[in-house]
């Protein structure tokens, strides 16, 4: 049995008749009529009376009816979903992201996402950049949202960079650098400082790091704190001066941020597997890209 058969069917039990059924379908009555016949032979039963001048649904034809215009709805809806799919328009985005550096952002576009493709299941996990590189590497995530890893390179995944984002210092509005525009790096060598873990985020560390020994300062680490929002807290505690990216620093009449010269950056980029790049994975990309280049993800 064939699906042809089925269509077929259906068209003579709507119409309960042979010649209109064979027009409607652009076929020849003839073959309307052996495609029906092999379909009783394949079923063992008859499902159509037929006389000289009337076609009728036998009871088995009207169990045959019901049913077939279920299968045959239900693959209609399974092929629009295949095609939804094809398109991005349904299926999962699994995002692996690091959490204040795409603060600004993320909310907003994933609201945006999620009007763009509704049918799409998002999945969130917040992780450290490390945990999110080895996450997509692995499947677990289909993208994330993260800091470059020393060993990016070597797990074969792509990268699209977002931002280059500023390292600059955080201090108290009473500090005696608050009121600078610029900060040299040489500076931080009279300051205790406060810079968030390595272990949480290996890529901030080891480049406010890099930056001091550029500068010949031998960095004093006060605290090594997991969250960035812990940095804060011991800057307003006047606990030292906190070394930062500039997205994670939101407005705050208690601290000022404060650019470091001479510039170094520290790259936000999206990771995703190049041998797993489902359509939901594309749009997402796409949207990100668009609002990237539009300005939309930092808005000042």
């Known amino acids: 049995m064939e699906l042809r058969h089925l269509r077929y069917f259906q068209a003579v039990a709507e119409d309960l008749s042979f010649s209109r059924a064979a027009r409607r379908l652009h076929i020849a009555q003839p073959a309307l009529s052996r495609a029906v016949k092999q379909l009783e032979t394949t079923l ?12 009728r649904l036998t009871p088995a034809g009207a169990v045959l009816l019901r049913e077939t215009a279920s299968l045959l709805e239900q693959l209609e809806e399974s092929l629009r979903r295949v095609r939804r799919t094809a398109a991005g328009e349904e299926g999962e985005l699994r995002l692996g992201y690091i959490g204040p550096p795409t603060q600004p952002f993320l909310g907003r ?8 493709f509704p049918l799409v299941a998002i999945h969130l996990e917040e992780r450290t950049p490390e945990r999110v590189w080895e996450m997509v590497a692995k499947g677990r995530l289909s993208a994330a949202l993260t800091r470059p890893v020393v060993s990016h390179e070597a797990l074969g995944l792509r990268t699209l960079v977002l931002r280059e984002e500023k390292l600059g210092i955080v201090v108290p509005v009473g ?15 009279r300051e205790p400082l406060i810079v968030l873990a390595r272990r949480e985020g290996m890529g901030l560390h080891d480049a406010v790091i890099a930056g001091c020994r550029r500068a010949g300062v031998t960095p004093r680490l006060a605290h090594t704190p997991s969250l960035i929002g812990t940095v804060m807290s011991y800057v307003e505690a006047c606990a030292g001066i906190g070394v930062v990216t500039e997205s994670v ?6 601290l000022r941020f404060i650019l470091l010269k001479p510039v170094q950056c520290v790259p936000l980029v999206l990771v995703w597997q190049v041998d797993d790049d489902a359509p939901p994975v594309q749009r997402f990309r796409e949207l990100l890209s668009e609002w990237n280049s539009a300005g939309k993800l930092w808005l000042d």
């Open 109 to 116: 576009l994933l609201r945006e996402y999620r009007k763009r």
């Open 249 to 254: 620093v939101a407005p705050s009449p208690a």
């Open 44 to 55: 063992g039963a008859s499902v159509f009376e037929r006389t000289r001048h009337h076609v």
């Open 175 to 189: 500090h005696s650098l608050a009121k600078r525009k610029f900060v040299p790096w040489t500076a931080l060598a």
